[in-house]
């Protein structure tokens, strides 16, 4: 099993920067990869950005965040982070981290809000 802690999330002005953290414990040499997913009221939860462990590592990002986010992992720390730049309102979202597991199971973090006042 893998347990996922997240933090850093906020109120922040648009055009203002946090940055998120999950830090991982557990099974962690199963985690095949790490990222992070958010879920706006009424909307389902989607994607935000993701980094491959086993590829290379190798990331990728949702359309709506490239150029502005930036997801990153300190090996040593087991922690995974998520840098958001240049916020909108459309980032107000529950942030959740995700582990995919090397046998195929997934685990999720209890998830941290950003809000993004318009």
């Given at each position: 099993?893998?347990?996922?802690?997240?933090?850093?999330?906020?109120?922040?002005?648009p055009?203002g920067?946090?940055?998120?953290?999950?830090?991982?414990?557990?099974?962690?040499?199963?985690?095949?990869?790490?990222?992070?997913?958010?879920?706006?009221p009424?909307?389902?939860?989607?994607?935000?950005?993701?980094?491959?462990?086993?590829?290379?590592?190798?990331?990728?990002?949702?359309?709506?965040?490239?150029?502005?986010?930036?997801?990153?992992?300190?090996?040593?720390?087991?922690?995974?982070?998520?840098q958001?730049n240049?916020?909108?309102?459309?980032?107000?979202?529950?942030?959740?981290?995700?582990?995919?597991?090397?046998?195929?199971?997934?685990?999720?973090?209890?998830?941290?809000?950003?809000?993004?006042?318009s």
């Amino acid at each position: 099993q893998v347990q996922l802690v997240e933090s850093g999330g906020g109120l922040v002005q648009p055009g203002g920067s946090l940055r998120l953290s999950c830090a991982a414990s557990g099974s962690i040499s199963s985690i095949n990869a790490m990222g992070w997913y958010r879920q706006a009221p009424g909307k389902e939860r989607e994607l935000v950005a993701v980094i491959i462990i086993f590829s290379g590592p190798s990331t990728h990002y949702a359309e709506s965040v490239k150029g502005r986010f930036t997801i990153s992992r300190d090996n040593a720390k087991n922690t995974v982070y998520l840098q958001m730049n240049s916020l909108k309102p459309e980032d107000t979202a529950v942030y959740y981290c995700h582990a995919g597991m090397t046998y195929g199971m997934n685990y999720w973090g209890k998830g941290t809000l950003v809000t993004v006042p318009s």
